[in-house]
């Protein structure tokens, strides 16, 4: 027997009592939460939902909390707060238990927005090794628009274990870009829960660098004839791993999705691609297509890439599909033969894979720095 | 010294050889037709002289300016001067034609201790041989072949080869697949790029095609070997006479033996 739950939950909870009380509504929030993930400590691999990533590293670790500094939480933002994101969820209920600081972005009805909303998270603390949570809750009005950019980064060995909630109202147009580059030595464990409002345009864009093991949860909930676009690249290399879960719930009829994820694999790196699509029973009409591509780069690196549909509507479009492959031989050929070199070849085609995603990103400054930062890695690791 | 000398080349693919024997020579300015029936090893002699892995050369020797051709990597030996048109074009999604053609270019470019074109200068190159072959600028910024049409594709390799002004071009069934009009295209391109100090090899199952690309040399290509060659009066009786004029069977028949 390894270390069980209690011992595990001992070093979270002298933390965790160790907290300054917040507001009685606050308070019995992060108590629920801490109830919660003391009853079941940090998920196995026995575990389903946990199959393929071993989160022993982070149980181990004797972590230091870093309290985000206490904000002022609008009143008229407090019930969204903690009831988006799955609260039986081992490291959301962590990360609320020691909820104090939020960084909170409200739109206004019928606004739209010409600069990104830019959420920067950084970690730059030494000892501990430090855990921080960071909490973010986005509340974009009816017919409101808006671009919203959360980068995490940071330096050494730490832990981040974020919660995204985004609640968007009717006919908004939200644009949602994460971008991950944590340092290559951190763990990384990310929620992100979205409610959409009738008629709403979502997309999120999960681009996942850096970070040693990292783990992103991605919930969205459609309403009636809701549109929403799920993306992400992960590129990974050295022993890198990375496990997107996504999760699309179709709950009202109507609704579309396109979901695109691709990977790019190197060295002896692993993923995962999880992608769960509910299609409710109310959903008629519902248009949802799937589609996960990775390119593995060399022998060792791990793929394990799984559709999971529950469809209880019958009057809907569903497809997934799931690929694996190497660079393709014929067009390397193609390109020595006009003189391009292997290496450049290599790099080229593997920018490539991932241009699609790029493509798609809405806000240029981040498109250019994820353009020359992919750019560089490719150049820098055609060996 | 002829520009390319090729003696006794066997090739294999997996277990089958392919090439059986090839002997040819080309001097600087000339141009060969290899024409031959399906099967017969023409598209695969293309492909070895520009290097490609899948091919094992079993035997024989290539050189080109007077150096082992068969020692260089495929890049290498597009930096000396050598040009594949391929029978089927690449689709390179991701790769713009423009991105594509100017690292091309500067590769061979530095290559030969030239100048590297900067985006400016490199259009201007582009902008005469890109009305040569009839094509629209916007091409050059969709992804390489990518949603080309078959005719888009082809002309596309002529407007690569005039940009990159190699000394061997090797056209392989570049004639495939193109209606008339599309072929006359093509080969007013070629015949453009035609030059003393450049020569090539154009690999077609049919005569029409050089009809427009008049060859000094054609060549008849069966059962991995060079058969019969001549002046150009000899595609004319193939023409005519069909391959089994010269007592050569087509196809699959060939390559079982």
Known sequence: ?383 | MSLLEIKDLHATVGDREILKGIDLSVNAGEVHAIMGPNGSGKSTLAQVLAGRELYTVTGGSVAYQGQDLLELSPEDRARAGIFLAFQYPVEIPGVSNMYFLKAALNTIRKSQGLEELDAFDFLTLVRDKMALMNMDQSLLNRPVNTGFSGGEKKRNEIFQMAVLEPKLAVLDETDSGLDIDALKLVAHGVNTLRSPERSMIVVTHYQRLLEYIVPDYVHVLAGGRIVKSGGKELALQLEKEGYAGLGIEDEDEVAAV
């Open chain 1, 1 to 383: 027997m390894t270390t069980g739950v209690s011992e595990q939950v001992a070093e979270w909870l002298i933390d965790f009592s160790a907290q300054e009380d917040a507001e009685p509504w606050l308070q019995e929030i992060r108590t629920e939460a801490f109830f919660r993930f003391s009853e079941q400590g940090f998920p196995t691999t026995h575990n389903e939902e946990w199959r393929f990533t071993n989160v022993a590293p982070i149980a181990r670790t004797n972590f230091r909390n870093i309290l985000s500094p206490a904000t002022d939480i609008p009143l008229a933002v407090r019930k969204y707060l903690a009831k988006l994101a799955p609260a039986d969820h081992p490291f959301v209920a962590l990360n609320t238990a020691f909820l104090n600081g939020v960084t909170v972005h409200q739109v206004p009805a019928g606004a739209v927005l010409d600069q990104p909303i830019e959420i920067n998270y950084h970690v730059d603390e030494q000892a501990g090794p430090p855990v921080v949570h960071p909490r973010t809750l986005i509340v974009v009005g009816a017919n409101a628009q808006c671009r919203i950019v959360e980068s995490y980064s940071g330096k050494g060995r730490y832990f981040t274990n974020a919660v995204t909630e985004i609640v968007a109202g009717e006919g908004a147009v939200v644009d949602h870009y994460k971008v991950q580059r944590e340092d290559t030595s951190a763990f990384h464990v990310a929620t992100l829960a979205a409610q959409l409002g009738r008629s709403t345009s979502f997309s999120t864009h999960n681009i996942s660098l850096g970070g040693a093991l990292v783990r992103n949860d991605i919930n969205v909930v459609l309403a009636e004839g809701t549109e929403a676009i799920v993306n992400g690249l992960y590129i990974v290399n050295g022993t890198q791993h990375v496990d997107n879960h996504t999760s699309i719930d179709h709950a009202k009829p109507h609704g579309t999705s396109h979901e695109l994820y691709k990977g790019i694999l190197d060295d002896k790196s692993s993923a995962v691609f999880n992608g769960r699509i509910i299609v409710r029973k109310d959903a008629q009409k519902t248009d949802s297509k799937q589609t996960n591509k990775n390119l593995v780069l060399s022998d060792d690196a791990v793929i394990d890439t799984k559709p999971e549909l529950q469809i209880l509507a019958d009057d809907v479009r569903c497809t997934h599909g799931a690929t694996i492959g190497q660079l393709d031989a014929e067009s390397m050929f193609y390109l020595q033969s006009r003189g391009i070199g292997k290496q450049q070849a290599r790099s080229l085609l593997t920018y490539a894979f991932a241009q699609d995603i790029i493509d798609r990103i809405q806000v240029p400054a981040l498109r250019e720095q994820l353009e020359k930062f992919l750019f560089e890695k490719f150049h820098e690791h055609s060996y």
